[in-house]
């Protein structure tokens, strides 16, 4: 049985006992990000995290994975608009030497000049490889078109042009400001307690600098005019990507979880309006959905359908005839009390296991939430009113200023279809080889 | 009949009863006190393996269409009424088995197993549910084969390594198959292949076993069972041990590479399991190291053993970097094959591996939805979960002289079939 506890270590820790298996899940996070990058040397945040896993000061990249291996787990690292993973999962009798290897990587990393320049290119390789993936590319640029001219445009793996424009000593000076005590949060959650999780922080993160809080200016990201379209060209798709965004506002907005609850309603089940009309009624789509994507700093307000190539003017326009409807018109109801109802129920699965548990409190803790913030979201789920959810939400999005994302086989006939939609104020088109090489806007 | 997944240092685990219902279906009962959610499994014994002749893509289909309405439960309120309770449900269908899944807060086990029960035993079907439904498969085809890269060369692979066995067939089906399934090929599979024999029902959850059997008895006992289920064979002769070589808008060389392997229950799957850690999985591993960290030929890299009732299948996947060459990975991959098999692993390799696997293990069964489908699993590919715990003494007793038994009996061969992907641009140079 889980024993449901969260523990406060100076507030920044958080730890869930469950004694099912002998396995601790361990996460610590940096606040930060790719959107303090400086402007120029975008991906050095996700690249300085790379490095931190390739060798301590004792020992080299080789020795460092082999002696984590042999553990039966691997350190896995990953960036988030608003913050760097390190963590893995490991046999509750490794524990120890786990998070003292962890420890080690922070705050003593080899950051040997050769393995710098292979993270490097390895990065460049990524970014090239992207094209390959007709989704995550659409993600990809999605995300820079929609914040453009604001810090959260920075895509973490940078562009090929910033990767050549990274050095050590950028490295060294992002690690020195970023990996601090300051900023660090960790998650525990699995065969562990609570005095035996005090000692081995205590231990090894001994070597971990205080340094100071992250200095946080409001990031504020400008709609476009109008509706714009980027579309990458592929040949021989027979499915189109679909991705239409818009800036969203940060998890401690009043609004979001209004925002939340509408963005179930309209794309987040089954039942939802955008899996009914498109793909339930007209068998558009084989999935079809809106997610709005939230962190301490702001967010992603996103719909998405891959659709048969031949149907995609049908599909786009069922796309933009639905987000009008539901900002101006607001959604009904009874499909907004379907979804808050959806979401207070189905809460149980986002926190069934210990490390789902300890996670969530981290996270919520690193978006900028207070210590009450699951009651506070299921209060909300509990007594909110659908005009109250309406009124809110509706207020933060937009049905006619927008980027859309395309990947898919262009045509000329299709091109100049696209420019006669509705609301569209231009169309820019690019091929796939080419989209990644220079800025996918002056 | 109970059963108990334990570690035997810590004494810790969970465990499970296995029961039946009065006309034969089997149901595994998995107690986890204080969780708040529950997950209800339907494992058949059905999947594309058992897809008939000409009609390849029959069970996914199905599968499909076992979402659609009944007479209690109109079109499109059985996903309706999953959500007004708080529950998530899904399903998948793969060469042995299709099993479907109903996730739930506690309070709607009774909804739950009406819901999952009355689709089961009161399919019904149309030519329009049918036509929406084909429509749907066709454009989840698209996406993730036709517009894929990984998916293009993986169901090439696997008709090259099964020719004409149903395993070689895609379980998405081949687009003219789909196209041609009749309404009265869809009832045929339902009634041969969904019956009582063939069903293994999974429930996880903080529920007491009296209240689950009388509910799951009341609400099944009503399925009879089948009349039999004929398969063409899943093997079939022999394999296709060439190469293809295919152009597609990619940056990057990319293949795949596979051979057959022994079936799920066989011994030698687990000293398989060690030796594909130790080749592909982490950054220690062999390949990893020396094509990624080394080399820097290649971007990705993986390496997966399927378990499978009839034969298994050791395939291997790896994503160049731009400019570099598919041969000379092929190469360096081949020869190091050829050194497990002359000169096996060292024992901080086996021990590493087998470390690696535990964890992995156990991380599989953290969730109510994770169990429930292990045992399922087993229950369907070996007729029995506690094979579960098979594989893990198994594993354990790996060392040197099995694994280099094991890769000389299943990798000392030129059995193996290659898919090479080459850039678009490249195609006029070759």
């Not at chain 1, 991705?243 to 940060?250: E, K, L, T």
């Not at chain 2, 309706?80 to 086990?109: I, M």
């Not at chain 2, 030929?297 to 298994?312: I, K, Q, T, W």
Request: glycine share 8%; with cysteine; proline share 4%.
């Amino acid at each position: 049985m889980i024993a449901g506890s969260e523990m406060s270590f100076e507030d920044r820790h958080f730890l869930v006992t469950d004694d099912a298996f002998p396995l601790v899940y361990f996460n610590t996070y940096f606040e930060g990000g790719p959107s303090f990058d400086p402007p120029g040397l975008e991906g050095l945040t996700c690249l300085t995290n790379r490095l931190l896993i390739r060798g301590t000061t004792s020992h080299n990249r080789a020795d460092f994975e082999d002696m984590v291996e042999s553990m039966g787990t691997e350190l896995v690292t990953s960036t988030r608009p608003d913050s760097m993973t390190l963590g893995g999962t490991v046999l509750a009798q490794y524990f120890d030497r786990f998070v003292h290897c962890l420890g080690d990587a922070i705050s003593s990393p080899r950051f040997e000049r050769e393995e710098f320049e292979k993270s490097r290119r390895e990065m460049i390789s990524d970014l090239e490889l992207m094209v390959d993936e007709d989704g995550h590319l659409a993600r990809h640029c999605l995300g820079q078109l929609i914040h453009h001219g604001s810090p959260l445009s920075t895509p973490a793996l940078g562009s090929l042009d910033s990767l050549s424009h990274l050095t050590l000593d950028a490295v060294r000076r992002r690690h020195q400001e970023t990996y601090v005590r300051s900023r660090l949060w960790t998650s525990a959650g699995g065969h562990l307690g609570k005095s035996e999780l005090h000692q081995v922080l205590d231990s090894a993160f001994r070597g971990v600098p205080e340094g100071t809080s992250l200095p946080v200016e409001p990031m504020k990201s400008t709609r476009p005019q109008g509706r714009r379209i980027f579309f990458i060209h592929k040949p021989e798709r027979s499915q189109t990507q679909i991705m239409i965004g818009q800036p969203s506002v940060a998890a401690s907005h009043p609004g979001f979880h209004a925002l939340q609850v509408m963005t179930s309603a309209f794309g987040g089940q089954f039942s939802s309006r955008l899996m009914q009309e498109l793909r339930v009624k007209r068998g558009l789509s084989y999935g079809a959905h809106a997610w709005v994507s939230n962190h301490r700093f702001g967010g992603d307000y996103i719909l998405n359908a891959s659709v048969d190539s031949v149907r995609v003017m049908e599909a786009i326009s069922v796309l933009f005839e639905q987000l009008e409807l539901v900002v101006e018109g607001g959604m009904s109801d009874d499909e907004l009390c379907f979804a808050r109802d959806h979401l207070r129920k189905s809460h149980p699965f986002m926190v069934e296991t210990a490390a789902l548990q300890a996670s969530y409190g981290a996270r919520a803790a690193l978006s900028g939430l207070g210590r009450g913030a699951q009651a506070e979201y299921l209060r909300y789920l509990t007594h909110a009113a659908p005009e109250q959810v309406r009124a809110q939400s509706a207020s933060l999005l937009s049905a006619n200023d927008f980027w859309v994302v395309m990947v898919g086989t262009l045509t000329s006939d299709l091109e100049r279809t696209l420019s006669t939609l509705p609301g569209v104020t231009g169309v820019l088109t690019r091929s796939y080889d080419q989209v990644l090489k220079r800025p996918l806007l002056p | 009949m109970t059963r108990q997944v334990k570690d035997t240092k810590h004494q810790a685990g969970f465990v499970w009863h296995a029961h039946s219902l009065s006309n034969g279906i089997k149901v595994l009962l998995v107690p986890t006190p204080g969780r708040l959610v529950f997950s209800l499994q339907t494992w058949v014994g059905v999947g594309s393996a058992h897809d008939p002749h000409g009609l390849s893509g029959m069970a996914h289909l199905f599968e499909h269409l076992m979402f659609k309405g009944t007479k209690l439960v109109p079109d499109g309120e059985f996903d309706r009424r999953v959500e007004a309770f708080g529950g998530r449900t899904n399903a998948a269908t793969w060469l042995d088995w299709t099993f479907y899944y109903l996730d739930a807060p506690l309070d709607a086990l009774e909804d739950a197993v009406f819901l999952e029960s009355n689709r089961l035993i009161h399919f019904e079907l149309d030519e329009t549910r049918l036509n929406e439904e084909r429509e749907v498969v066709l454009n989840e085809r698209r996406e993730h084969v036709e517009d894929d890269p990984d998916g293009r060369m993986i169901e090439d692979l696997w008709t090259m390594i099964f020719p004409d066995g149903t395993y070689g067939r895609p379980t998405i089906g081949w687009s003219p198959d789909v196209e041609h399934i009749k309404l009265d090929d869809c009832r045929a599979f339902y009634r041969d292949g969904y019956a009582a024999d063939r069903i293994v029902l999974v429930l996880s959850g903080d529920i007491p076993s009296n209240q689950a059997l009388e509910l799951l008895e009341r609400s099944y006992g009503h399925l009879s069972p089948s009349s039999g289920l004929n398969a063409l064979p899943a093997v079939g002769s022999d394999g296709d041990w060439s190469r293809k070589e295919i152009y597609l808008p990619i940056v990057g060389e990319r293949f795949v590479m596979g051979a057959r392997a022994p079936a799920a229950t066989h011994p030698d799957c687990s000293a398989l399991q060690v030796i594909n850690e130790v080749l592909l999985e982490g950054d220690s591993s062999r390949l990893q190291r020396c094509l990624i960290a080394e080399d820097e030929e290649v971007s990705a890299a993986y390496g997966y053993l399927s378990l499978l009732r009839d034969c298994g299948v050791y395939e291997m996947g790896f994503d160049l970097r731009p400019d570099r060459s598919a041969d000379r990975v092929i190469a360096r991959v081949r020869e190091e094959i050829q050194s497990v098999i002359h000169n096996g692993l060292t024992d901080d390799e086996i021990n590493r591996a087998k470390a690696r696997l535990q964890t992995r293990f156990y991380q599989g069964l953290q969730t109510n939805q994770q169990r429930a489908e292990a045992l399922g699993y087993w229950s369907v590919v070996a007729n029995d979960p506690s094979f579960l715990l098979t594989r893990g003494e198994r594993l354990a007793a790996v060392n040197e002289a099995s694994v280099l038994r094991a890769a000389r009996r299943w990798f000392d061969h030129d059995q193996w079939s290659l898919v090479v992907a080459y850039p678009q641009d490249e195609a006029s140079a070759r």
